[in-house]
């Protein structure tokens, strides 16, 4: 009885070690690794600023230097190009609020440069920076009179035209990737007709239906062309923020940082977990001026939040609340 007990604790050790050798799960937990590293296919994130009037080609209603239109037309394009699906798209406020922080607001013409600039802030692998090279309605009345009975026919014709050029900016390089035009005209005619003094003339002012339809479909041909251009926002390289997040909490697969996607983080990052070894501080003020951190451990993000993240451990063991996670390739 003590021989078949013997036997069959060996054979079952053998079972296990066999398990844990070739089952790569096991193997992984064993050695304090997490599952096999997950594949994420993250959209490339687009930011779309105002876009700008030309200095001149800007006719009928007189809007050069407004910016309403311009706020609308950028608006418009970000909202076609959520429903188009192809990249995500970083809402206005967010995009408002960082130009409020960096004081560009007001200050006119965004360069090349600073667009790149807002958008690694907002954690943009592209941004989408435009001008509206025509928009308004030129108007046209014509009167035909028919002589002895004293027929008048009156014709009003408006015609709404929008043109914009937009141009795609690598956030890493400030390079133009791509260019994007639209080009909208919409036609409407009004009118009547009077004999003598008798009669009505109908007369529609249609100016902003028009202008509407008009710029619906520039913005149609812009987001077309821009959604052609992913297979070259595609092969950027991963704009990685520069951001240290710390450990908020640690389980047995899964770790939370406090940094989320206002920092740049997003799903399928992988973060270096670093715990710091020593840190050298100003003797006079306290500040630390350097610290020499130890890799730990890796993490992948399978979910980002505003201000926080989660991540899948994917190596190491023992990490604890107040690690470091800085994004790596």
């Known amino acids: 009885m003590f021989k078949i007990r013997s036997y069959s604790s060996a054979i079952g050790g053998i079972i296990l070690f066999l398990g844990i050798l070739y089952n790569p799960n096991i193997r992984a937990w064993a050695q304090g690794v997490g599952i096999e590293q997950i594949q994420v296919q993250t959209k490339r994130r687009v930011a779309v600023l105002d876009f700008d009037f030309a200095s001149t080609g800007v006719t009928g209603l007189g809007l050069s230097g407004s910016v309403g239109p311009a706020k609308a037309i950028s608006d418009l394009l970000t909202n076609r190009l959520v429903q188009n699906g192809t990249y995500i798209v970083i809402e206005r406020s967010r995009i408002n ?28 692998d592209v941004v989408v920076i435009g001008t509206i090279t025509q928009f308004g309605v030129q108007e046209s009345k ?20 929008v043109k914009l050029t937009a141009r795609i900016v690598s956030t890493s390089t ?32 249609a100016r902003d239906k028009i202008l509407n339809e008009a710029a619906e479909q520039a913005i149609s041909q812009v987001v077309e062309k821009i959604a052609q251009q992913e297979s070259v926002i595609a092969a950027l390289p991963i704009l990685l923020p520069d951001v240290v997040a710390i450990v908020a909490d640690v389980t047995l697969k899964q770790v939370i940082v406090n940094k989320g996607a206002k920092d740049g983080l997003k799903p399928g990052m992988i ?29 992948q993000l399978t979910k980002v939040e505003a201000n926080s993240a989660t991540g899948q451990i994917l190596a190491g063991q023992g990490l604890k609340i107040g690690d470091l996670a800085k994004p790596t390739q």
């Open 174 to 205: 400030a390079e133009i990737l791509g260019v994007a035009e639209g080009v909208g005209t919409v036609e409407h005619t009004s009118g009547g007709t009077m004999v003598g003094q008798i009669g009505s003339v109908n007369v529609t002012d």
């Open 97 to 124: 609020q960082i130009l409020a922080e960096q004081n560009l607001g007001s200050s006119g013409r965004i360069e090349l440069a600073t667009a790149a600039q807002v958008g690694r802030l907002l954690g943009a």
């Open 142 to 161: 014509s009167a035909t009179n028919y002589g002895i009975f004293n027929i008048v026919n009156v014709t009003q014709r408006q015609q709404a035209d």
């Open 271 to 299: 973060l270096s977990v670093e715990r710091v070894v020593r840190e050298v501080k100003d003797p006079q003020t306290g500040k630390v001026l350097t610290r020499s951190t130890q890799p730990i451990g890796r993490i």
